[in-house]
């Protein structure tokens, strides 16, 4: 049953968005910054609005990590992208969480982060990503309030199903797992999980862009928006960018941005061309070209899925871990799903990873994974002080975008 009070926009009469909403933790790579360019190709060429939200709910990273979010936004600029309103920043948004916390089921859980690591431990094993259990969901109350002496709880959904169905434009509709997901973290922190789908139906967003590595998130953020009354969201889950060297470009290898590029030689007008290639767009230097070009629409349109003769949904069971996730999960719970297959069909499998199909192998665009270039510099002058030696280990002569 959805909630009563929707947090959507839906009745201001104002047009859908897609939107960006990075993390203030770390400069914006180039893969950040190919799923931004996509997403605001995405929503103009939709006729759609176009907003940037700035997700610092976890202060403490983003205090660590500098007055970055202002950086991320230059950088939005220098690409050439525009939005429509303010930047929202979900560190002052706290009563609206609040306020949607307390219209869903929910439950105490006190459960550590190497208790369900442990219970998600399969017999042979073999690790894989698992919906947590349920240990905290019948616990009685004097066992509550005999564990909250201990240690303080983090807030659980109360959920009645254990999967739902999303659809993503480029792998249709699939089934996800859904279990109790983390709403408010025992640190008191909202969980990104239920910020993101509050901001999103705040802010009127019906399409949502980014990488596919928090596809599996999908089902669960599907599930809380029907549970708060909200529209239901179409995803579209770009492919990842890799080093030339094979390697993933993230945070935590730290891949460079624009920064890193531009001391290196690298000029901006380049970094646009290259990350509109990679979208299967010519290439220019102001995307706002491209509005105009009547082909962009269908470039941007991946080919159709594979149609499935049982007519059953897709499912998807990726174990990777995103940047999002609140806590490990362990076991599945018994909770039949009212967006399961028929009775006696099996879902259908699908590949979680990069949109696979004979069609779309050989046509690159946002879907696909995309390789970043290595380019050739021009090595800059030897600043007083520094030695040729310094220089030439600051700024080789080529340069693997998106790695130092």
């Given amino acids: 049953m959805s909630c009563p009070h929707p947090f959507s926009n839906a009745t201001t009469g104002e047009r859908p968005a897609g939107r960006f909403a990075p993390s203030p933790t770390s400069a914006l790579h180039i ?11 995405l929503a103009r060429c939709s006729d759609r609005r176009f907003v940037v939200r700035v997700e610092d709910l976890d202060q403490q990273r983003v205090a660590a990590a500098g007055g970055i979010a202002d950086q991320q936004l230059r950088d939005l600029e220098a690409l050439g992208l525009d939005w429509d309103g303010p930047v929202v ?73 254990s999967g739902w169905q999303v659809t993503d434009q480029a792998r249709g509709t699939c089934l996800g797992q859904v279990d109790d997901v983390v709403l408010r973290r025992n640190d008191g922190v909202y969980a990104y999980n239920l910020a993101v789908v509050v901001d999103d139906g705040v802010q009127g967003v019906d399409q949502v862009v980014r990488a596919r590595d928090l596809w599996p998130s999908a089902a669960r953020q599907s599930h809380l928006g029907h549970l708060l009354g909200l529209p239901e969201v179409r995803y579209a889950h770009c492919g990842l ?42 290439a220019v230097d102001d995307p706002h070209e491209l509005l105009a070009d009547p082909d962009v629409t269908a470039a941007l349109t991946p080919p159709p899925t594979a149609p499935d003769p049982s007519g059953t949904p897709g499912t998807w069971d990726d174990p990777s871990s995103s940047r999002h996730s609140d806590a490990p999960t ?75």
């Fill in 89 to 161: 920043r979900q560190s002052e948004r706290l009563d609206i969480y609040s306020d949607a916390l307390a219209q869903l089921p929910t439950y105490p859980c006190f459960c550590t982060r190497r208790e369900i690591a442990a219970a998600a431990q399969a017999p042979n094993g073999v690790q894989s990503w698992r919906p947590y259990p349920g240990t905290c969901r019948t616990l009685s109350h004097s066992d509550r309030q005999s564990r909250a002496r201990m240690r303080p709880a983090a807030t659980r959904l109360a959920s009645e199903v």
């Fill in 31 to 41: 893969g950040n910054l190919r799923t931004a360019l996509a997403a605001w190709l």
């Fill in 241 to 282: 960018v890799h080093a030339p060297d094979g390697e993933r470009l993230s945070k935590s290898a730290h891949a460079g941005g624009l920064a890193e590029l531009a001391a290196r030689g690298v000029e901006l007008p380049r970094v646009r061309a290259a990350l509109c290639e990679s979208l299967g767009l010519p």
């Fill in 330 to 404: 362990a076991t599945p719970q018994p909770a039949a799903s009212r967006h399961a297959p028929p009775q006696g069909k099996a879902p259908r499998p699908v590949d979680a990873g990069p949109y696979r199909d004979s069609e779309s192998s050989s046509r690159l665009g946002w879907w696909s994974d995309w390789t970043a270039p290595t380019w050739n510099v021009h090595p800059r002058e030897v600043p007083d002080g520094k030695s040729p030696d310094d220089v030439a280990r600051m700024t080789p002569e080529r340069v693997e975008l998106g790695h130092e």
